[in-house]
Nanobody
Framework: QLQLVESGGGLVQPGGSLRLSCEFS????????IAWYRQAPGKEREGVSC????????NYADSVRGRFTISRDMAKTTVYLEMNSLTPEDTALYYC????????????????????WGQGTQVTVSS
C-alpha cells in the first residue's frame, strides 16, 4: 500500500516562498504520475501541477505557471513543489496524489487518475 505524507506548509507573507514535500513509502513510484492539488475553503479542488512517471514531463495550472516548480528527487521517493511569488489566492490545503501511469505525459484534469492521496498540508499567504 502506497502512503504519501506532505510537509512544508505554513504561514508566509505575500511575495514569499515555500517548498512543499511529498514523501512516499510502501511502493516504488517510478511508474506513477504524481500531482499536487489544492482546495481553498468554499472552493472546488484545483489541480496545481503534476509530474509524469520517470519525471519525463511536467504540467501546471495557468494560475501557477511560472511561479511554481514541481520536481522529483533522484531516488524518486520524494516530490517537491517549489512555490514562489505567493499571493493570498494561493491559500489552500495542498494535497499530494499518486496514480499508476507509465505514460510520459501527466494531467491534473481528472483527479480519478490518482488513487493514492495524502492528508494535506496547509498553506496560508497573509500579511
Amino acid at each position: 500500500q502506497l502512503q504519501l505524507v506532505e510537509s512544508g506548509g505554513g504561514l508566509v507573507q505575500p511575495g514569499g516562498s515555500l517548498r512543499l514535500s511529498c514523501e512516499f513509502s510502501g511502493l516504488t513510484v517510478d511508474y506513477f504520475a504524481i500531482a499536487w492539488y489544492r482546495q481553498a475553503p468554499g472552493k472546488e479542488r484545483e489541480g496545481v501541477s503534476c509530474i509524469s512517471a520517470r519525471a519525463i514531463t511536467t504540467n501546471y495550472a495557468d494560475s501557477v505557471r511560472g511561479r511554481f516548480t514541481i520536481s522529483r528527487d533522484m531516488a524518486k521517493t520524494t516530490v517537491y513543489l517549489e512555490m514562489n511569488s505567493l499571493t493570498p489566492e494561493d491559500t489552500a490545503l495542498y494535497y499530494c496524489a499518486a496514480g499508476w501511469d507509465p505514460s510520459p505525459i501527466c494531467t491534473t484534469e481528472d483527479a480519478q487518475r490518482y488513487n493514492y492521496w495524502g492528508q494535506g498540508t496547509q498553506v496560508t499567504v497573509s500579511s
